[in-house]
Each structure stands twice: as structure tokens, then as C-alpha cells.
């Protein structure tokens, strides 16, 4: 016992002799909490703690250190002069920053002055002001995502024309794209909890060097909370407690986060519970919108009632719990491993647009609605760093989630509803290896396997009996494997001038077995197995400290997956989506160029535009099965589509920011979007893109004293007339408004909104918001939901230390 005690001390001795520990400070002399210290020789990124403070004792003998956070000028400065200063660094304001550390582009921490693609960061301090309901919410308050939704829980982003399954998620370092991921409308994004999160990136344009199929239009990467060690020999224990409500949906929510620290190990647990009622709609705004009814089951018929409110829009309440633990050890500072766990669960929940469809001059469905939505997913990281031939530092991810979804409906009047459940196993594996070649050379490298089990099933019950028998399921059992390599470097020419170039191989495999009980598919398997190479070339100038020209040439490629191949689904009225075993993976030729400009210490002007070509595009046409051109499905003569590469696409468009500081304690941020997109019809013709949403733009006045921020700001979005929608989208009575001559349209729209942001003390702040204050009526474009009318939030949030 003595000599475990007398190692202990020994070692803790060793630690406080070796640690060297900066503290970084504002004016104020406040602690900076997530600043950045980062340095390239040696190649380290370390982040402060609550307290400001951060062990850069790795950093010994660096001769350049770069100390970053959004709102303050970075600070260069070396190991030595930290010293003479007494490790303590006081960072200076600045509502304008050129760059800042960005994860995304690489896999890896970098400056954002070294990548040519655009990310953008939405910052935490944003997140807790604005109060997002959900994590596609969140993804919104960057204001250059644009989010439909086709119910209340729900959000499928829209990036520079893209959506769906040519975006990808990815969850600390985790793709959480499956292979189910479809070209409708998706809500996987809510599985996420806004509360649990450290950093938010959007990265722009092509990825699929660094994360293979799907990365098109662009990579929503996610950070979790990271437990935090303690820095001194007590334990500590942090953690945050919030309590909100809304008034548009009588909101209901909590959320609550512990960290405990050692030494060498940490543990972080997160819960958090959400509970929504019925969404309110704005009262001034088409009448096109309005649903002032719902059916409801009464003594075994189907009746329909007239609503109280006709602003209500039901059936649109949901409710979702989600929890997460995380432990890391550290034993020295090359090793450091972390594991996570993360569940997440909804209750069931109305598809709004659905309800909102009309047959025979009456509610077309008594219910549709998606069951629980239920992922889970555990992640064990070990990261090890240390000057070795392959490596400076690697990390190796072994992650398995379980997601689990489902889709319930039955027609007006009928006795019959049916059930389709889909489940699926992802396992992952990736290797990431960074490797700096001197000051101006550093290569990041991996390899990465993802494997899907994809199993389905169909489910009709008689009501009135509650006899079930089976039923044709939504996809095949299926397995889908993807195997990729890939190398991307970043090379200094001189301290002006990053070039960054990047190359992955992949290979996609598909073992899909089809149930012939209930359809006569010409084919009993399907087995794909194809190949894609795709590259990137960029490069970033900057002439001095108030420029940045950055220049991106990047492809992209989606493979087709388990959705594509092998679906069967009504996908609008009278049309059914059949498999088709026959497809490649699509292709994506991006060039985008941006430039950046900072007059002074009073503008700042981000301009980017980007074209996007996509070329043997899977989209869903006219089909044939059996000889047949149209089949008898639930009842109706449907007509036989199917996913095919029978097309190209093209968007084009700008991205254009300005931020002005207009005194010490005014700022002005305007985010504009523009974009246009266009694809071939079967008969040469061309479309519209579905995906490219029209002009949209956030534009905010901050103001920020002492310890009160408020911000009032404005959201808007430009029409699109009938004869500018996408094709498909013209019929869509159920969800687009209608113009003077009878057509869909989805008007143009604007909101005005006020929040307020107060710490009543160290240990609890007020937010508060009072949204669209003119209570307008309006959908985002593709939306079968309208936004909520005006809304007011409340909420407390308490820090525990």
C-alpha cells in the first residue's frame, strides 16, 4: 500500500513539475474558455479550459504559437516570449476575424488561412442566444443553410443546392449517413442534441477525398462535449443546467450536463428531454396554408373535426429524450483514448404534408405518421502522437450504430393500416495519420471501412380485429460495404501562398436478396460492386493581413445505395418507386473561387461563388416493371418509377457575407445566398433543381455591453414562381401556395426577431426571444409545415462548478 501511495505522489510530482500552464484572459481579465493554441512545430492543438487555461508543455521550443477565438485579434507569439510574459496571455477584442480553427476540412485541426474550401463555424455563445429547438434549428442560425421541413420533427438542410443524401453528417468523426439515406426529404439531423455540442462546422463543396460517398454539396460536421480533465490534483466537477419554453408549440424542455475531472481520467454525462405540442402558424399570411381540420378514430369510423384554432396546425406534437456518456483516459501525453455512447429517441409523429393531401374533396388520410425514430451509437477513439517514420499523431475510430425507423399510414375510411420498419447496423472503421515534412509540408492520410445490414419489414393490421398478416417491405435485405483510401496535402510554398491537393480511391459493394411474395421482380439479387476515384486542387493567397483569395477544384462522387437499388415506396399520388439493380455511382465537378477583405478594424466582406456539375445523376424516372408502365399498389393504378442515372445537373451561385463594427458595442452581419440549379428531364428538356432554394439570407444588428447581448435581426427569402419550380414539385397542391391565376408558387417571406441574452450572475444567465414578431404566415421553400407565427422563449440556464 505505501508503494502504490509513494508512486502516486511521485507521479503527481512529475506531472506539476513538467506541466506548464498558460492562462489566457480578455481585457476584462475574464478566462477565455476554447481558445486555440496551435503551433506547427512541433504539430500540436490544445484548447483552454474553463478557467482560460491550457498545459503547453509539448510546446517547448516552438518558435511560432497562434493563439485564437472568435471576437478576439489572434496572438503570435513563441514559447520564449510566453515565458518572459508569464504564461499569461491577454487577448484583445475584435467582432472581425479573417480565420479561425476549423476540424472539417482535414479531419484534423487547421487553420482556416490553410484550406481553399469555405467552412464556416457557428459559434456556441450564438447557439445559446438564439436557442435552436433542434439541431437542424441549429444548422439554420449560420444563416447559410437552408432548412425545409416537411413536419415539426423534422429538417432536411439544403447546401449550395444539394440536399439529402448528397450531404453528409458526420457525429465526432463518425459518418452517420446510412444506406438508407434517401433523395426525399430526411429528418436524421434531430437525432442530434444541440444542448451536447462543442463545435458546429459546415463545410462546403465536394469532401469526398476525406469522407468518401455523399459528400457532393457539402459536410455538416458535429463535435460532441469532450470530458475535460483537471489540471491541479483536486477533482473537478463543471457542468450546466437548462430549463426553456416557447410559446408557438408549448415548448417543454431540459437539459442537463456534469463533467468530472482527474488527472488522467474524465467523464461527461449529457440528458436532455424535449417535449412539443401542436405547432402554431402566423396569422397573416395565404390562406393556402390553413388546415382547420384533423381526423380523428370515434366509435370505428373516421371523422373529420373542425379545429378550435384554425392556425394549429395538426397533427404536428412530438416529443424525444437523448443521452450521452463519455469517459477518456489519458494516461501521458501521447496517449489519449475516449469513448462515447449517444441514444436518441422520438416519440411518433404526424408527416404534415401528408395530412394535408385531399381525395375526393376530403382528408386523403386518417393517419401518417413515423413511428419512433431510434439511433444509437457507440465510438472508441485512441489517439497516440509521437515523431514516428509514419506519423506525428493518429487516430483510430472503431464506431456501431443502430438506427431504427418506421412509416404508419391508412387511408380515410379504411380498415387497413400498414406498417414499414427499417432497421440498420453500421459498423465503421477509420485511421487517420497526420504527418508534418518540416514547416511547409504536412500530409494527412487513412483508411476507412464502413459496413451497413440493412433489414426491413411490411405489416398490415385489420383495425377492428388487430389481426396483422405481412406486406411488401419499403427495401430488400441488404448489405452495403464501402472500402476507401485516401492522402491529402498541404504545402506552405511561403508564408503567403498554401497550396493543398488531395486524392481517394473507394470501392462500394451492394448484396441485396428481394422478397418476391408481393411483387414479381424480374430478379431475386442484386450485387453492385464498382470503383471511384476523386480529387481536389486549391490553393490560398494572402497578400497580407487583411486579404485571403482562396481557389478550390474538387470532385465528388455519391454511390448508390441501398435506397436507390432497391426502394418501394408512393412517392407522390398515383406513382410508385420500384427497384432497379442496374445503377453507377453519380459524379460531382466542382470549381469555386472566394475572396476575403477586412477594411480596417470597421469591414468585412466574404464573397464566394461556385459551380457545380453533376454528371450521371441518380434521379427517379419513368420505369417499367414486368413490361408494365403502371401497377395496381394499396389500392391505386400507380405509375412505375424508379431511381436511374439517366441525367446531369448543374448550380451555380454566390455566397456573399458583411460584417460591419459600427462602435465598440454595435455589429452589423448580413449572409446572403444565391443560387440556381437546373436538370434534364427524359426528354431533353430541363428542370429546375428541387434542391437549390431560392435566394435566402440572415441579417443581424448585435449589440454587446458588459454583460447584456441583444440582437435583433431579420430572415427572408425570395419567391419562386410556378414556372420556375422544379417539374415535380408543381403539383404539389399540399404544400406551395397559390398565385393569382391558380398556380403553386412559394411566395417570398421575411421575419423579424428580437433576443436578449443576460447573466442575472456567475452561475445564471436569462435568454430570452420573441420571434417573427409580425406573426407572418409562411413556409420555407419545399416545406409541407409552415414555420411557427410569433414565438416567445424563455430560458435559464444555471453553470455548476
Not at 451536447?196 to 457532393?216: K, N, Q, R, W
Not at 459496413?451 to 435485405?477: C, H, K, M, Q
Not at 441525367?647 to 451555380?652: D, G, K
Amino acid at each position: 500500500m505505501k508503494y502504490i501511495v509513494c508512486t502516486w505522489l511521485f507521479l503527481a510530482v512529475q506531472f506539476a513539475v513538467n506541466a506548464q500552464l498558460l492562462t489566457v484572459k480578455d481585457n476584462a481579465g475574464n478566462p477565455v474558455e476554447l481558445a486555440t493554441v496551435a503551433s506547427k512545430s512541433p504539430n500540436e492543438f490544445i484548447t483552454t479550459d474553463e478557467n482560460g487555461q491550457a498545459d503547453i508543455s509539448q510546446l517547448k521550443g516552438s518558435k511560432k504559437i497562434e493563439i485564437r477565438y472568435i471576437g478576439f485579434k489572434t496572438v503570435y507569439t513563441n514559447y520564449e516570449e510566453l515565458a518572459l510574459m508569464g504564461f499569461d496571455v491577454t487577448m484583445k477584442p475584435s467582432t472581425l476575424s479573417m480565420d479561425e480553427i476549423v476540424i472539417s476540412a482535414t479531419k484534423w485541426e487547421l487553420s482556416s488561412s490553410e484550406t481553399p474550401t469555405k467552412i464556416v463555424s457557428i459559434p456556441t455563445e450564438e447557439i445559446a442566444l438564439q436557442n435552436p429547438q433542434t439541431a437542424a434549428d441549429l444548422l439554420n442560425v449560420s444563416g447559410k443553410v437552408f432548412i425545409q421541413k416537411s413536419q415539426q420533427g423534422g429538417g432536411s438542410p439544403m447546401i449550395r443546392g444539394f440536399a439529402t443524401n448528397r450531404l453528409l453528417y458526420t457525429l465526432d468523426g463518425v459518418r452517420m449517413n446510412t444506406a438508407i439515406f434517401r433523395g426525399g426529404n430526411i429528418q436524421n439531423v434531430i437525432n442530434l442534441d444541440p444542448f451536447a455540442l462543442e463545435s458546429t462546422e459546415v463545410f462546403f463543396g465536394p469532401g469526398s477525398v476525406i469522407y468518401g460517398s455523399d459528400a457532393i454539396g457539402g459536410v455538416m460536421s458535429f463535435q460532441t462535449l469532450t470530458p475535460q480533465l483537471s489540471e491541479s490534483d483536486e477533482v473537478e466537477v463543471t457542468g450546466n443546467a437548462v430549463v426553456r419554453t416557447s410559446s408557438a408549440n408549448n415548448e417543454r424542455t431540459g437539459h442537463l450536463d456534469v463533467n468530472v475531472g482527474w488527472n488522467k481520467w474524465a467523464f461527461v454525462s449529457s440528458f436532455s428531454s424535449w417535449d412539443y405540442d401542436h405547432l402554431k402558424q402566423g396569422s397573416d399570411g395565404p390562406d393556402d396554408y390553413l388546415k382547420p381540420y384533423y381526423v380523428q378514430r370515434q366509435d370505428s369510423t373516421d371523422v373529420i373535426i373542425t379545429q378550435d384554432d384554425p392556425l394549429l396546425q395538426i397533427p404536428t406534437a412530438y416529443s424525444q429524450i437523448n443521452l450521452m456518456q463519455k469517459v477518456r483516459f489519458k494516461p501521458n501525453a501521447q496517449w489519449d483514448i475516449l469513448y462515447g455512447f449517444h441514444l436518441s429517441e422520438t416519440s411518433s409523429y404526424g408527416r404534415y404534408d401528408r395530412h394535408n393531401r385531399v381525395r375526393n374533396g376530403t382528408a386523403r388520410y386518417a393517419e401518417w405518421d413515423y413511428g419512433p425514430q431510434k439511433w444509437m451509437m457507440n465510438n472508441l477513439v485512441v489517439t497516440h502522437q509521437g515523431l514516428t517514420t509514419m506519423y506525428d499523431k493518429v487516430n483510430i475510430r472503431v464506431a456501431y450504430q443502430k438506427l431504427e425507423e418506421s412509416r404508419i399510414d391508412r387511408s380515410l375510411n379504411s380498415t387497413t393500416r400498414t406498417t414499414q420498419v427499417e432497421m440498420v447496423d453500421a459498423y465503421s472503421v477509420n485511421i487517420d495519420l497526420l504527418k508534418s515534412l518540416g514547416e511547409q509540408h504536412t500530409i494527412n492520410y487513412g483508411i476507412e471501412y464502413v459496413s451497413n445490414d440493412v433489414e426491413s419489414t411490411g405489416l398490415e393490421t385489420d383495425i377492428r380485429s388487430d389481426a396483422n398478416s405481412a406486406s411488401s417491405s419499403r427495401y430488400p435485405l441488404a448489405t452495403w460495404q464501402s472500402i476507401g483510401v485516401y492522402v491529402n496535402e498541404q504545402f506552405r510554398v511561403f508564408d503567403e501562398l498554401s497550396l493543398q491537393a488531395g486524392l481517394r480511391y473507394n470501392q462500394f459493394i451492394i448484396d441485396a436478396s428481394f422478397d418476391q411474395r408481393f411483387f414479381n421482380f424480374p430478379f431475386n439479387n442484386a450485387k453492385l460492386e464498382e470503383g471511384s476515384l476523386t480529387g481536389s486542387l486549391g490553393a490560398v493567397y494572402r497578400p497580407n493581413d487583411n486579404w485571403v483569395i482562396s481557389s478550390n477544384f474538387g470532385t465528388a462522387f455519391r454511390a448508390p445505395n441501398v435506397d436507390d437499388i432497391g426502394k418501394i415506396f408512393d412517392s407522390e399520388p398515383g406513382a410508385i418507386t420500384v427497384p432497379n439493380p442496374d445503377l453507377t455511382a453519380e459524379y460531382a465537378y466542382n470549381f469555386d473561387v472566394g475572396v476575403a477583405a477586412k477594411i480596417g478594424e470597421v469591414a468585412k466582406i466574404d464573397l464566394t461563388a461556385y459551380y457545380t456539375l453533376l454528371d450521371n445523376a441518380l434521379v427517379r424516372r419513368n420505369f417499367t416493371l414486368n413490361g408494365n408502365d403502371s401497377i395496381i399498389y394499396q389500392g391505386e393504378l400507380s405509375q412505375v418509377q424508379a431511381i436511374q442515372n439517366a441525367a446531369q445537373a448543374r448550380v451555380y451561385g454566390i455566397q456573399a457575407g458583411v460584417e460591419l463594427s459600427l462602435s465598440d458595442h454595435f455589429q452589423f452581419i448580413t449572409d446572403l445566398n444565391y443560387q440556381q440549379g437546373e436538370e434534364e428531364l427524359d426528354d431533353g428538356s430541363t428542370s429546375s433543381s428541387r434542391h437549390a432554394a431560392p435566394l435566402f439570407g440572415t441579417s443581424r444588428l448585435k449589440f454587446n455591453h458588459d454583460k447584456l447581448k441583444l440582437e435583433f435581426y431579420a430572415s427572408y427569402q425570395g419567391e419562386i414562381s410556378h414556372n420556375d419550380l422544379a417539374v415535380e414539385e408543381r403539383a404539389k397542391d399540399e404544400i406551395y401556395a397559390k398565385d393569382s391565376e391558380g398556380n403553386t408558387n412559394a411566395p417570398s417571406w421575411y421575419t423579424l426577431n428580437l433576443k436578449a441574452m443576460f447573466p442575472v450572475s456567475d452561475k445564471l444567465t436569462v435568454t430570452a426571444g420573441l420571434e417573427n414578431i409580425t406573426d407572418q404566415r409562411y413556409r420555407p421553400y419545399s416545406s409541407g409545415v409552415s414555420a411557427p407565427g410569433r414565438n416567445f422563449i424563455l430560458a435559464l440556464r444555471a453553470r455548476l462548478n
